[in-house]
């Protein structure tokens, strides 16, 4: 069974930066892509960033010059770096496997989809 675990999330000033981190857990060949998103009270969720495992990275504009996306494709890990923090930043933040593979018992990797992980809190003070 796949799972996401994120950790890193918390209370910070702004002007503050937090590193988020995003495991993949389970018996994992390969992930295409991985994200994060985020959701604010009363917002939907929007694309932060992302990255596939070529190391391609994709950011929203409002995030741009301040996050920085990253993944260890040894370890099924994406961080996201986030500096200069605002309270606009306050949100959960969710984290995204695209393309999940799992290891099987023959030599095709098993197709498992896409997975989300439960979200972390990031509130920034004003």
């Known amino acids: 069974q796949v799972q996401l675990v994120e950790s890193g999330g918390g209370l910070v000033q702004a002007g503050g930066s937090l590193r988020l981190s995003c495991a993949a857990s389970?018996?994992?060949?390969?992930?295409?892509?991985m994200g994060w998103y985020r959701q604010a009270p009363g917002q939907q969720r929007e694309l932060v960033a992302s990255?596939?495992?070529?190391?391609?990275?994709n950011y929203a504009d409002s995030v741009k010059g301040r996050f920085t996306i990253s993944r260890d494709n040894a370890k099924h890990t994406v961080y996201l770096q986030m500096n200069s923090l605002s309270p606009e930043d306050t949100a959960v933040y969710y984290c995204?496997?695209?393309?999940?593979?799992?290891?099987?018992?023959?030599?095709?990797?098993?197709?498992?989809?896409?997975?989300w992980g439960r979200g972390t809190q990031v509130t920034v003070s004003s």
């Open positions: 990255i596939t495992s070529g190391g391609s990275t």
């Open positions: 389970g018996s994992i060949f390969s992930i295409n892509a």
């Open positions: 995204r496997a695209d393309g999940v593979s799992s290891r099987s018992l023959s030599v095709i990797p098993k197709y498992e989809g896409d997975f």
